[in-house]
């Protein structure tokens, strides 16, 4: 069991935890939908086609995530305090406003693509944070190419939206 | 949509797939045209290649191996774990049932031992009364045993102690009897004992 679980969790637990942890921005609430995510995949993946077996995934994934979202609301009501992102990754060497222009802009991207709908944000990540061609996405959402495609024009305009209404102008090549 | 080239919005609605590659070449020179002369959309233009650019450099995160393990443990307790989703199986509630009976069956013995045949400390009634009383206890114990049972399982569920569970499986069931059941009994039968066999206040 261990062997064929171990199998599973090494193709299906990054992808999903990097889902999950963009959509959240919450470390631990990423890891326990990944953990649940990958007990419902052992629980069923016999009955799993699998080239399907991505897109079943994926979307317990980002139906978990949405359970989680809906309860985070409720909680922020009460206690108005949403963890934010805490593992930016490191900005590359530059001068000093360089790298404080780029940390904004990593935040505020990464706070976009989390306000971002479904299947808008698995898109985006999917594409522009785990390098998936539009074909591997089409096949593992199950959608098609070309919808595939709108989906992340519209979505990338909206980041671009969103940098530009944080941030104005100045960020620019 | 085709491409306006005179339409800010047109242009701007196409920049992502110009980027992508994916415009004929005439739309391609009428957005670069456009861009050209256009401040605003040369900016959208710049705009939307670096916020590509830094996407692209936001890390991939593995999943932590605390989650991949915790789920191994939650699959592995799964298959351990079989509480009863209503409170105690029928082969428990036979054991309880049987236990009541020999407690009630032991302290109506010891209670009649003890007492001389001619002066009975307590008359049937009384006897009866503690009896049922016993059983009413011994009801009590089933029902908030059952309830318990039913918080433990639904705390599994939730996945939140799945491990402390497992442990406490490696005990089995015959050694919980053995271990708190029976000293529990034994302690009845004679709480009963001294209950029956020492008179109560105000009674002569």
Redesign the interface.
Known sequence: ??HD??EL?EQY??P???YV??SLRHQED???I???V??RL??HHAHIDPSRMRAWVMQVARNLVIDSTRRRRARATVFDAVPVAD?L?AP?PGTPETETE?RE??EV??EAIAELAEPQRSI?VMR????LSYEEIASGLNMPLGTI?VY??RA??K??EA??KELG?N??? | MSLNKNSCESI??H???YL?G?LDRNDCVALETHCASCAACA??L???????E???????????A???A???R???A?KVVRLPVRGPNRRMRAVLVAAAAVVVAASVWLGTRSRTPSTPQYSEAEIRQATGELALAFGYVDRYSAQAANIIHNDVLE?RVAPQIERALNTSREAVIDDAIVPGIRRAVRDSDSNVTSPRPGRS
């Open positions: 069991m261990s679980f171990r969790a637990a990054g999903v935890f990097t942890r963009y990423a890891e326990d990944t953990q649940e990958l007990v052992w629980k593992t990754a590359a780029r802009l990593r991207l990464e985006v522009e944070i785990q390098g495609k992340l024009h990338r305009r980041l671009r940098v530009q102008h960020v620019t090549e | 701007r609605e920049i992502e797939a992508d994916e900016r959208e710049s705009l939307a290649r670096r916020v590509r830094e996407l692209r450099t936001l890390p991939v995160f593995p999943a932590p605390r989650a991949i915790a789920a191994e939650r699959i592995h799964s996945q």
